[in-house]
């Protein structure tokens, strides 16, 4: 197994690694003690995961232990890459996505089991604008490659029949490790969460491993754990969110305290006809590619929530993410709509940094309160 769902990122030290952590530190004293050598802070490495290039930057610690500790993560992501492919038959998902057609009951595993759960809690929190059950339709938009699509035209008449049979999280029945799929309609998709959980257990792994300083970069995504420079120094993390429409920065936040940053736009994957771009995200009540927002930002200690919200919120539209946002419980949010216009809550608004010569117009949006749980769930 290789998440434990308790702590923020999901994984509580196990006391082996808390052990670990405290005997390098003591290590790392004892050494500062006996010579003046500097060990190395800076090892970068690229990896690849789930089709990105993911650049991993340790901080801290001597070269020979970042190099085993990033070596020990491959294995771990090769079998997320499998077990979690939404449309080749490498794992566990195509084996439920299988028996979503013949009615058969898989068994999965401990990885795939949390990642049905936390699937469910997004899609209730969500109020079902955050939908894994809808492979099917993403493949119709022609999703499903590791190509873009070449402006073929959906095939509307199947999306519109598909969503009409309402494939959710909520066909899916879980019992021990035993999963039935009740809808032939669902195919499930990870592909709007998996990143940010896969590079939660990949924290929490280094961590394990006597890491304090990471951050892990997937295309823009981005998951950190402790500081930029020394603990002592505490020098945060500095991180660019990408602009949507000129791939440069559009604005800049100092991460810490383990803080993830995620970001969903159009400008990703689209499927283009007549100019018009149609984005990878696909609006669970009508089947459509999602419009008004083009990009949205989360920041939250939970990348995987991070990752879902940040989804959800494209989904949601400029009049409806404020509300969706308190549900899912994020409060560091921006927004940036097809004009470029930005808007914000205050938590995140607080820590945008821009350079000298950009000041963009951005509109604080408060949060209202988050809709009593019973009008969320089930
Ligand atoms: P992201 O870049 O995190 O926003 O994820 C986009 C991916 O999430 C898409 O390529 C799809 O695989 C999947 N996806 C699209 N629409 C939704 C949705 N409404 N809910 C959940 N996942 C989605
Ligand atoms: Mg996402």
Known sequence: MLFDAKSKRHVQPKKSARKTVLVTAMCALLLA???????????????????????ITIRGTDTQSAEAAVADLSAGFQELHNDWHAWKPLGELAAINGACKSGETVTVGDNTLIALQKAKDFEISSHGLFNAALGRVIGLWGFHSDTLPKGEKPPFDQIDALVAQSPSMADIRITGHDVTCMNPAVSLDFGGFGKGLALDWALDRLQSKGIANALINAGGDVSSMGHYAEADTGRPWRIGIRHPKTWGVLASVDVDHDEAVYTSGNYERYNEQDGIRYSHIIDPRNGRAVQSIVSSTVIHTNSALADAAATALSVAGLRDWPQIAADMGVSQVMVVDETGHMYATPDMRARLIFGSETKPEITVVPLPTASPKSAVAQ
């Open 33 to 55: 003690g006996c010579s003046d050598e500097q060990p190395p802070t800076e090892y970068k490495t690229t990896a690849y995961v789930f089709g990105t290039l993911v650049d």
